[in-house]
T-cell receptor, first 118, second 114 residues
């Protein structure tokens, strides 16, 4: 079963509109972190925002906010006042509590290709 | 600018060549990662180093050989690759441990195997 599900392969949004990118996750670990990354066509993975499983409030970072609904296992990214430079691939990712005392990596969803139109 | 530096940015190699990808970070992170990303796909974890020791190897073929000479450097040695190994190779680092630490990625190396 997929651990991270992003159901929107692509989205077209008008500039200055708000956009919501969907992400649902699956884990039995009570301690986990949820992350959103932006990947422009140049390839770099840019960390945007983090939400911890025990956080009571939704995370915000500038124009980015995370709509965290723990009971629904949902962690949607909201971008307010979209800009042309927001056009990119967006990945939702999860990191579970490390096992065996070592580090583990991120598990990524398939991504959403967001295109902002003028 | 990213704090994780990867070289080279682009690499073209034949199937009989030996080459190396390099990654460097100076954030004091003790966990380092190699990911492989095919076009229009999410990154896939290849290797994890924790305190300079290999802690995760995701069943990667032996033609990929990682090395962590010290806490700041991570190499990926390539030998006898196949055309299907052409991809973007991303290096990342993080604070050791915990589910609350983001991975910081480099800009990647675009590898083409001919």
């Amino acid at each position: 079963a997929q651990k991270i599900t992003q159901t929107q392969p692509g989205m077209f949004v008008q500039e200055k509109e708000a956009v919501t990118l969907d992400c649902t996750y699956d884990t039995s670990d009570p301690s986990y972190g949820l992350f959103w990354y932006k990947q422009p066509s140049s390839g770099e993975m840019i960390f945007l925002i983090y939400q911890g499983s025990y956080d009571q409030q939704n995370a915000t970072e500038g124009r980015y906010s995370l709509n965290f609904q723990k009971a629904r296992k949902s962690a949607n990214l909201v971008i307010s006042a979209s800009q042309l430079g927001d056009s990119a691939m967006y990945f939702c990712a999860m990191r579970e509590r490390e096992s065996g005392g070592g580090a583990d990596g991120l598990t990524f969803g398939k991504g959403t290709h967001l295109i902002i139109q003028p | 600018d990213t704090e994780v530096t990867q070289t080279p940015k682009h690499l073209v190699m034949g199937m009989t060549n030996k080459k190396s990808l390099k990654c460097e970070q100076h954030m004091g992170h003790r966990a380092m990662y190699w990911y492989k990303q095919k076009a229009k796909k999410p990154p896939e974890l290849m290797f994890v180093y924790s305190y300079e020791k290999l802690s995760i190897n995701e069943s990667v073929p032996s033609r990929f050989s990682p090395e962590c000479p010290n806490s700041s450097l991570l190499n990926l040695h390539l030998h006898a690759l196949q055309p299907e190994d052409s991809a973007l190779y991303l290096c990342a680092s993080s604070i050791q441990g915990g589910s609350n630490s983001p991975l910081h990625f480099g800009n990647g190396t675009r590898l083409t195997v001919t």
